[in-house]
């Protein structure tokens, strides 16, 4: 029940956000309809891969401000190799693959070198955009189009499908990582860890070797949005994504992960990722400026944070 | 009353929801005195010193201090109006240094720049009337040891010019050193006309230091009294409301064949390497000062800290402790000197807490099972008489003794063989305390063994059936407990020295 009632804040914003939209008489026909629905969803599938991500390793009590930078070097990747004349099949895989080793590589300088997350994730930021910037010479990648570039279109081509395979990637992996950080012993072990790091070592848990699963799991997941967003793109683009960890992070917190770790959801984080979709895709409707949206999700995310705050003082 | 009070409280409740946690409670303190709080966990004094601290407000009653109506806006303002209260965890800055944070909030200042040569002089007058000039004022309060830092909290408090000091548990975390050495101050405190309330769970100490006590029970004043008319059976009763006939029950119970062997055992904090062996049905104590080496002994046992030499034996099969994972596996639990910090993951609930170190037994093809999980730590809580609304309850909205006892039951339900337990009945209420004490008692003569760290002479004497000694991280003496006196134990545990008697029956 608690679990539930944990999630009221977030949805109420998300009812709030939409609702707003739809009584604007500007936009509200246009706003509230099935292929605008559709078309936010497309454009969460990106952020929503890597909040998951983040939601694991924000349980676990870490940060990963690499998560950008992770998935422009696995976008520039697919299109490098694609040109090298490897089948799409492979080189979407190189590039979730190096996501993995992105990830890994956080984890293991966290647990052997003892540093905070923080610091290890933010020199990763920089060489893993460094990476990109190398591979790709400091330009677009152009690469010819395959069915890659399919994952990402509004109609999907069967039309049975129909939301673009990219929602369904979405939908999937959300599933899975909500089962993963709820129904197993790596999920409670995670939990363990954020909530307390030394209790978790005290009952056994192999506190280094899950925190280095949990950072290779969240950079896989980075990895398959560099995918999509190769996709989306087309070409591969090294200087994509720039700053979007901090969105990664704000849905994140906005669905109600605690930045002290121990706290956090799959279904929390996806609303999170919708609020500020939705706001986004409503502020562009109403030809409102740019900083205005940027202003209001500013504020949005220190008013959930407050939110969450008051309901844990009332418990 | 010829005196007049310093500080008068009369009536004074609160209740939380629809509980009364106090129900019109009475208390007076002369200047000039140490007035003892007493009562179990829960029985409504940290509610009251946080009333007086003006963290809490009540709901009904009048509070005075010299005979002005005293009406606390805060904690802030409490301490304006001449009441300090030092709390258990010390509320110090690490990384400022004791200047800083004697003076923090209370800064001598001209035009918003800090005056530092009337701070300085200020507080090296206040260091020297508390017996510690050895304290640099400039060094960072993080490099002080435990008991520095009380006198540098004690110091703030004289800075502002209390005249009231209330001392919740002062000596929790001290040193018979260093406690010495707070009684000192705390005399020295009185015969400066200072009203010092003094709470805590040692009665022994109470004894000594404080000149009246009033006892706490379930948020009334169960009694009053001099300390000098008084006996720790005689408080002990009117805390628990009955007589306490055995404070340390023994369950029969023989040790068995051995089950627990180590050999030249030493990690990287231990100075010497240790021998020991533990029997089944047995509960050994270990006694020593606090730095000893006992913690770092049992961590070193259970694969917390690194061993870098040694061999462990454990049911006739050799272990070498790494990690966690594999001591468990053993049969091996442990518990944390401090719960706080490490023992208990506190944002989390008693069902995870409880079941975290064996998830096994809920897991059916790679899937958890929260709700078997959830009724076994039900089971669990009224096994061990837990008191709590529900096993989803957050850990930290439980009373320390509740909390230990759910740790308790983490080892229990782990199904460990050799319990590890390090200072379990620190900070907790003499019911729990004596509900611990049976426990070990019905593990013994359940043929499982336990090691017992404490730094409490009676209870190791009372419960355990050998006690080792550890001295500057080394084991210096392993007897029987009926040949041990208090006093030759603190003698051990201070010289270090073997005393002459010989253990009887423990010959090759």
């Known amino acids: 029940m608690k679990k539930i009632t944990g999630l009221v804040g977030p949805f109420v914003g998300l009812i709030l956000v939409i609702s707003i939209f739809s009584l604007m008489p500007e936009v509200s026909d246009r706003f509230l309809n099935l292929a605008n629905i559709k078309s936010v969803a497309t454009q969460s599938v990106i952020v929503a891969l890597c909040a998951l991500g983040m939601t694991l390793i924000i349980v676990s009590g870490g940060i990963d401000l690499s998560a950008a930078s992770n998935l422009a070097l696995s976008c520039v990747l697919v299109a490098y190799a694609i040109n090298l004349g490897v089948s799409p099949l492979l080189a979407a895989l190189a590039g979730v693959a190096a996501g993995g080793i992105v990830g890994f590589l956080n984890g293991f300088f966290i647990t052997r070198l003892r540093l905070v997350p923080f610091i290890v994730t933010l020199g990763m930021m920089g060489i893993a955009r460094g990476l990109a910037k190398w591979v790709a010479r400091n330009q677009k990648i152009d690469a010819p189009l395959s069915w890659i570039n399919e994952l990402m279109v509004r109609t999907p081509r069967p039309s049975w499908l129909l939301v673009s395979p990219g929602i369904w990637i979405m939908v999937l992996f959300s599933l899975v990582m909500a089962v993963l950080l709820r129904k197993t012993v790596f999920g409670r072990h995670a939990f363990a860890i954020g909530s307390n790091e030394l209790t978790a070592r005290l009952c056994g848990v192999r506190t280094d070797r899950v925190k280095v699963a949990v950072y290779s799991l969240s950079g896989l997941l980075c990895g398959l949005a560099g995918v999509m967003e190769f996709s989306r793109l087309t070409v591969g683009d090294p200087t994509v994504a720039m700053g979007l960890e901090l969105d990664i992070i704000a849905a994140v917190v906005i669905g109600g992960g605690s930045l002290s770790g121990g706290e956090g959801s799959i279904l929390g984080t996806l609303v999170g990722v919708f609020i500020m979709a939705f706001l986004r895709n409503g502020c562009t409707m109403m030809g409102w400026p740019n900083y205005f949206q940027e202003i209001i999700i500013g504020a949005i995310i220190i008013a959930a944070v407050t939110l969450d705050r008051l309901r844990h003082r009332q418990e | ?508």
């Open chain 2, 1 to 508: 009353m010829p005196e007049k009070p310093l500080l008068s409280l009369t009536g004074i409740s609160k209740s939380f929801g629809h509980n009364p946690v106090l129900d019109r409670v009475d208390f007076d303190l002369r200047g000039g005195e140490v007035h003892a709080i007493l009562g179990e966990n829960g029985a409504g004094k940290s509610t009251l010193i946080k009333i007086l601290s003006g963290a809490y407000k009540p709901d009904g009653g009048r509070m005075v201090i010299s005979g002005v109506e005293y009406r606390p806006a805060g904690p802030l303002d409490g301490r304006r109006q001449g009441i300090a209260v030092i709390y258990q965890e010390l509320n110090l800055a690490p990384h400022l240094t004791v200047e800083e944070n004697i003076m923090l909030g209370q800064e001598e200042s001209r035009f918003g720049l800090v005056e530092r040569k009337k701070n300085q002089a200020r507080i090296k007058r206040v260091l020297e009337f508390l017996c510690h000039p050895e304290i640099s004022p400039d060094i960072p309060v993080r490099k002080l040891t435990v008991g520095a830092r009380q006198v540098v909290e004690i110091a703030r408090a004289l800075v502002s010019q209390a005249r009231i000091l209330v001392m919740d548990e002062p000596t929790s975390s001290l040193s018979q050193e260093d406690t010495r050495r707070l009684f000192e101050i705390i005399r020295k405190l009185r015969a400066e006309g200072t009203g010092i309330i003094y709470v805590s769970h040692f009665l022994e100490e109470v004894l000594e230091i404080a000149d009246r006590f009033t006892v706490l029970r379930d948020g009334r004043v169960a009694g009053r009294g001099l300390t000098r008319e008084t006996s720790v059976e005689e408080l002990i009763q009117l805390m628990i409301g009955r007589r306490m006939s055995e404070l340390f029950p023994r369950l029969p119970h023989e040790p068995g064949e051995v089950i627990l062997r180590c050999s030249g055992v030493q990690s990287a904090r231990m100075s010497r390497p240790v021998d020991l062996e533990l029997r089944r049905g047995e509960i050994l104590g270990v006694a020593g000062l606090v730095g000893a080496g006992r913690t770092e002994f049992l961590r070193a046992l259970f694969g917390l800290d690194k061993l870098e030499k040694g061999l462990v034996v454990v049911s006739g099969r050799q272990f070498r402790p790494s990690y966690t994972a594999v001591s468990i596996g053993r049969g091996l639990g442990m518990l944390s000197e401090d719960r706080q910090v490490e023992g208990l993951a506190l944002r989390m609930n008693l069902t995870d807490n409880l079941t975290l170190s064996r998830l096994k037994p809920y897991v059916r093809s790679g899937f958890l099972n929260g709700r078997r999980q959830t009724t076994a730590a039900s089971e669990w809580m009224s096994r061990l008489g837990i008191r709590a609304r529900s096993p989803e309850q957050k850990l930290w909205t439980l009373s320390g003794g509740n909390q230990q006892k759910v740790a308790l039951a983490r080892l229990l339900h782990q199904e460990a063989e050799i319990f590890l337990l390090d200072e379990p009945t620190r900070g907790i209420d003499v019911m729990s305390k004596a509900q611990i004490y049976e426990l070990m008692g019905r593990l013994a003569a359940d043929h499982r063994a336990v090691i017992f760290v404490s730094s409490y002479l009676p209870e190791l004497l009372g419960v355990a059936d050998r006690i080792a000694v550890f001295h500057r991280g080394q084991l210096v003496e392993v007897r029987p407990a009926a040949d041990w006196t208090e006093a030759s134990l603190m003698k051990a545990a201070i010289t270090g020295r073997e005393s002459k008697v010989q253990s009887t029956g423990e010959q090759p």
